[in-house]
């Protein structure tokens, strides 16, 4: 059951107002990244969004939240700029571990056409595990995908 299943949705927004000031900043850093010619590789990205963002103990559902209000879809896809952002957001909350996961779908059969790198792909996937918990994603995502690179960060307690 989603934590905020039981609240009315004034009272769910409520919980997530802490977190957006936050979120927008973050959101900035994250198109500006994305957006740059010269932009590091993800191994640097994911270290430097995970320094910008102090622990201030919010639920990691308003982050989940937050992060798919902001990150609208940006020609890299929907997914990885929610999970760059989502994963900045949830150096401030409750989990005590943070995992960045890119796969490319795996359904056993080789794809027909090799997809353009300058376009998004429907076979590949960026999601967040916290706590070891695929956050706003299907639980069998890891299952379903061939994992390609994988960013993971222990919380302070």
């Known amino acids: ?7 009315s949705r004034p009272r ?3 919980r997530c107002v802490p977190v957006v000031p936050t979120g927008l900043r973050c959101a900035a850093h994250v198109r500006a990244l994305l957006r740059r010619d010269d932009a ?7 270290r430097w969004l995970a320094g910008r963002v102090r622990p201030h ?3 990691p ?4 939240a937050v992060a798919r209000r902001l990150a609208q879809a940006g020609p890299e896809g929907p997914c990885l700029r929610q999970s760059l952002l989502l994963f900045a957001l949830l150096h ?3 989990a005590r571990a943070v995992r960045f996961v890119l796969g490319i779908h795996d359904d056993g ?7 353009s790198p300058a376009t998004s792909s429907p076979l590949a996937h960026a999601w967040i595990e916290a706590d070891g918990a695929p956050l706003g994603d299907s639980p069998r995502v890891a299952d379903q995908h061939r994992i390609l690179y994988d960013h993971r960060t222990l919380l302070a307690p």
Do not use: D, N, T
Request: net charge positive; charged share 10%; aromatic share 8%.
């Open 1 to 7: 059951m989603h934590p905020y299943a039981s609240l």
């Open 12 to 14: 769910r927004w409520i």
């Open 40 to 46: 590091p590789s993800l191994p640097v990205m994911l």
């Open 57 to 59: 103990g919010w639920e």
């Open 61 to 64: 559902a308003a982050c989940l």
């Open 92 to 94: 401030g909350s409750q």
């Open 109 to 115: 059969k080789p794809a027909a056409v090799s997809p």
